[in-house]
């Protein structure tokens, strides 16, 4: 090749070079664009102010064990009835509205509460609950699980007059529900605690 060629050839190439712009001389990003808000990962986050903390989606272990469309199976309630969950600690509640239910209730006393209770490879499995609790509990029937429901709370009275409080096992595998009665009958509570261990992995 002659020396004109790779003149030629060598004049190409970095012209093709500099034509590509490098990092330094890309444009900034609009700042005039705000950022779209990210959907929240549960999909529905429950706003109440006499929640005073717990606001946001449930954490591991217990989110997506029970899901609003489970309770709203379980207990004949409408789809739309479901506003959104909140969280305590680690316990997921799952809020409602129900038809006639009174304006201005307690955000407490209108969700489904679910815990779970992690218990340590190498220690016995419960077949109980906590005995340590000061409460009196009663048999329930469940497939493959264990399962109590609460029949007095002992220093803690009216706790049963709004919601049904349960407990089941199945190995390490332990969760807690509270189950407002203005959602769901008894019937149905169990059959959303038989639900919530069965979903336990």
């Given amino acids: 090749m002659s020396g004109s060629a790779w003149w030629l050839v060598g004049g190409l190439a970095l012209g093709v070079v500099s034509g590509c712009p490098s990092g330094r001389n890309l444009p ?22 006499k929640l005073r903390s717990g606001a946001g989606c449930c954490i591991q272990p217990t989110a997506g064990l ?3 469309a489970d309770i709203a199976a379980a207990c004949g309630l409408d789809a739309a009835a479901y506003l959104g969950e909140t969280r305590d600690g680690t316990a997921c509640r799952l809020h409602f509205q129900k038809p006639g239910q009174p304006p201005g209730a307690d955000p407490k006393l209108t969700a489904v509460t679910v815990s779970r209770t992690m218990v340590p490879s190498g220690t016995a499995a419960p077949v109980s609950p906590d005995a340590l609790l000061a409460w009196t509990w009663k048999k329930v029937a469940l497939r493959d699980a264990l399962g109590y429901q609460a029949r007095a709370t002992g220093n803690e009275p009216g706790l049963l007059d709004t919601q049904n409080i349960l407990w089941a096992g199945r190995g390490r595998r332990i969760v807690g529900l ?10 149905q509570a169990f059959a959303l605690l038989q639900r919530t261990i069965d979903a336990v992995p």
Avoid: I
Wanted: proline share 23%.
């Fill in 178 to 187: 509270h189950v407002p009665k203005v959602l769901c009958t008894e019937e």
């Fill in 66 to 68: 029970l899901k609003s």
């Fill in 28 to 49: 900034p990003p609009p700042a005039d664009n705000p950022k779209p808000e990210q959907a929240p990962a549960c999909g529905k986050v429950f706003k109440d102010p």
